[in-house]
């Protein structure tokens, strides 16, 4: 398997509090990209870091990039109600044609 | 803003009947994918597509499926003989390039359901 395990699997956080999803992967990649998906919903994009970056901010969101780990992570800061989802990486790797591979995903709840 | 549409929402078949899944991608984007999530799993890759012919495909594209641009706007996945185990949510994606290996953007996804 291209695509590591998620963690944690589950995430359970007060209104305010930050969020830390985790990521890893196993072979070289171009980018790592990270999507959101509301229950039952289709999957939005959130951010994408390329392999000779290493960190990237979009207002709430930080990604990093640890690409000697292998490793990428998500901070969600001041989180809301509304950002209770589940949230999943997903790796492009080189000469694969575009395509993402998805990790197991992070289910993120977040009390009011 | 463009999206990425699919039709119908929610799919209810017999196991062994055809299924077609309708998929509209943004109008300017070149290239075309089909991903499918299984209840409680993760997101699997199923089928790329450009230039009106198949880029890559996993080893879950069987025979069994098969991918179609009719016009200059659908993008359909056709199932052909539905199994209990195709039973999932199917998501579309587009891209406008994966040279510089850009952001896909999906659409809400099709249930399907094979009884």
């Known amino acids: 398997s291209q695509q590591g395990e998620e963690d944690p699997q589950a995430l359970s956080i007060q209104e305010g509090e930050n969020a830390t999803m985790n990521c890893s992967y196993k072979?070289?990649?171009?980018?790592l990209q990270w999507y959101r998906q509301n229950s039952g919903r289709g999957l939005v994009h959130l951010i994408l870091?390329?392999?000779?970056?290493r960190e990237k901010h979009s207002g709430r969101l930080r990604v990093t990039l640890d690409t000697s780990k292998k490793s990428s992570s998500l901070l969600i800061t001041a989180s809301r109600a509304a950002d209770t989802a589940s949230y999943f990486c997903?790796?492009?790797?080189?000469?694969?044609?575009?395509?993402?591979?998805f990790g197991q995903g992070t289910e993120l709840s977040v009390k009011p | 803003e463009p999206e990425v549409t699919q039709t119908p929402s929610h799919q209810v078949t017999q196991m062994g009947q055809e299924v077609i899944l309708r998929c509209v991608p943004i109008s300017n984007h070149l290239y075309f994918y089909w991903y499918r999530q299984i209840l409680g799993q993760k997101v699997e890759f199923l089928v790329s597509f450009y230039n009106n012919e198949i880029s890559e495909k996993s080893e879950i594209f069987d025979d069994q499926f098969s991918v179609e641009r009719p016009d200059g706007s659908n993008f359909t996945l056709k199932i052909r003989s539905t199994k209990l185990e195709d039973s999932a949510m199917y998501f579309c994606a587009s891209s406008p390039s994966w040279r510089t290996y850009n952001e896909q953007f999906f659409g809400p996804g099709t249930r399907l359901t094979v009884l």
């Open positions: 997903a790796t492009v790797f080189y000469n694969q044609g575009g395509k993402l591979i």
């Open positions: 072979t070289s990649i171009n980018n």
């Open positions: 870091i390329r392999s000779n970056e």
